[in-house]
């Protein structure tokens, strides 16, 4: 077997071993049933009360705000961060702004997000979209500060210069700390999803969520927990296999001295 | 081309002072010629100004007063005229080698067809032709210069610059890329411009070797000896506790 899929199933059945013990310790009747049910119990029950189309369905919509959100937050980052950080004078003009807003949690966004937006598709998106963008904005800038210098100059030798040298070697040079803004993005745009759902929505896994515990059903919000968490861990790791294929081999630049 | 007596490079008065003007001048009042095709070593110890100096030639870093030329023609910035090998690090890690030195092509002007030729020719020269598809992470150091020396030599540059091209290198890593880098020279004649700090360095690759100290040129000494050299040839240690000795 080749070492990625031994890691692969050790991560596994580390999640089994969690399952087992939390179904262990639900059954030994230490704590009530009904405010920790076991897990299995917990799945059986909660689809029978959302059953598999509706959960798809929720899925499907959450999965959607994050997609839309994710994208506008990534784009806008990287934009904002490539040419702040190669034109000095956006750079130094949006750089307080940025560091002023950058520690306010996009939740804290959410009354402001209703009042601009109203309860519809958009105050959700914008609060995923907040997710996204600050961590992809502070990686690619980070990223456009570091260039070493030696491939900027390697670039002019070769008669690059202005927007050409950015596009041809200053961009490729960050794309790594680029990559590193997207993964964290994905993560805090899931991270802020269920909270983004409490915004009056009548879909999406929060939605799921917050509903059931106004009607005690203690399955689904668990059932819901576990979706989000599975959904997160399937898409950043195919987030991860398409960013290892875009930057291709460079990533190896581990010696092979 | 008017003939003969035109150097290739001309480095007249040139200073350099960096931040305020009034302080002391990395360089002060340099003067220097090569001829077309010759090979002239910058050599001195560290901060002596030799790098400062060809970045003037390559146009990287403009000169306080004075001014380079390079056929007659004014340097105002870099450009592709002006090949550059710096010590390391300056290959482009998100391309294999192979595209590395198809990007210098391509950048001297050639359609994607002939700059694919080219670059496979010039892999081929430095010896790296099995390893095209390799990135330069996957490089030792000393590939990762051969390569260097390709590309800049796949922009077909007027002159070639080299930046302590081998310093970062092992001894022995060191030796062989000397010889390599002759080899190469001599089927790609280019006017070139090499710094070091290594008195042997310059004795075993060099036409001239221009020692710098004090903010300028202290002295040239003429290698005039067949290429390859040996290290304990007569004529070339003579040299070597020359320049020595005039080190202190």
Request: a neutral charge; one cysteine or more.
């Amino acid at each position: 077997m080749n070492p990625r899929a031994a890691d692969a199933l050790l991560g596994l059945g580390g999640i089994l071993i969690v399952l087992a013990g939390w179904e262990l310790v639900a059954r030994s009747g230490v704590v009530s049933q009904s405010v920790f049910p076991p897990p299995i119990h917990a799945m059986v029950i909660g689809l029978r009360k959302v059953p598999l189309p509706d959960l798809g369905g929720h899925v499907w919509i959450s999965l959607q705000r994050i997609a839309f959100g994710f994208s506008a937050g990534a784009l806008l980052g990287v934009v904002i961060a490539v040419a702040g950080g190669w034109y000095r004078v956006f750079g130094n003009l949006v750089r307080p702004v940025v560091e002023m807003l950058r520690p306010i949690p996009p939740l804290a966004w959410i009354p402001m997000a209703i009042v601009w937006f109203g309860l519809g598709e958009p105050s959700k998106v914008f609060v995923i979209f907040l997710g996204a963008f600050f961590p992809v904005l502070t990686n690619t800038w980070k990223g456009m500060s570091n260039i070493d210098a030696t491939l900027l100059r390697a670039g002019q030798t070769m008669g690059l210069s202005g927007p050409e040298l950015l596009i041809k070697v200053a961009i490729p040079a960050t794309l790594p700390d680029i990559a590193t803004g997207l993964r964290i993005g994905w993560g805090l745009a899931f991270g802020v999803l269920v909270a983004a759902e409490l915004i009056a929505a009548e879909s999406g896994l929060g939605y799921m969520i917050m509903h059931a515990r106004q009607l005690g059903e203690v399955e689904v919000i668990i059932l819901g927990i576990l979706v989000i968490g599975a959904a997160n861990l399937v898409t950043d790791w195919l987030l991860a296999r398409v960013l290892a294929n875009w930057l291709g081999k460079w990533q190896d630049t581990t010696r092979a001295e | 081309m008017t003939g003969n007596a035109m150097p290739k490079i001309e480095v007249l008065r040139v200073s350099k002072h960096f931040g305020a003007a009034s302080s002391a001048p990395v360089l002060s009042g340099v003067d220097l010629a090569c001829a077309e095709n010759e090979f002239v070593c910058l050599l001195g110890r560290s901060g002596c100004g030799k790098t400062t100096l060809l970045n003037i030639i390559a146009g990287l870093v403009p000169p306080s007063s004075g001014e380079v030329r390079v056929d007659g023609e004014r340097v105002t910035g870099p450009g592709r005229g002006k090949g550059m090998v710096f010590q390391q690090n300056a290959l482009f890690p998100w391309l294999s080698a192979r595209s590395n030195v198809e990007f210098g092509a391509r950048r001297s002007g050639l359609e994607k067809q002939a700059a694919r030729r080219i670059a496979e020719e010039l892999l081929e020269l430095v010896g790296l032709r099995e390893y095209g598809e390799r990135y330069p992470g996957q490089l030792s150091g000393g590939m990762q210069q051969r390569v260097a020396i390709a590309r800049a030599l796949a922009l077909d540059p007027q002159i070639l610059l080299m930046d302590e091209p081998f310093g970062a290198l092992d001894e022995i890593t060191r030796l062989d890329m000397q010889a390599e880098l002759l080899r190469v020279w001599s089927s790609r004649r280019k006017t070139v411009v090499f710094v070091t700090h290594s008195i042997m360095e310059a004795l075993m690759l060099g036409d001239r070797v221009a020692v710098m100290g004090g903010g300028g040129i202290a002295s040239i000494h003429d290698v005039a000896k067949d290429r390859p050299r040996s290290r304990s040839d007569p004529a070339v240690i003579r040299l070597h506790d020359e320049i020595w000795q005039g080190l202190h």
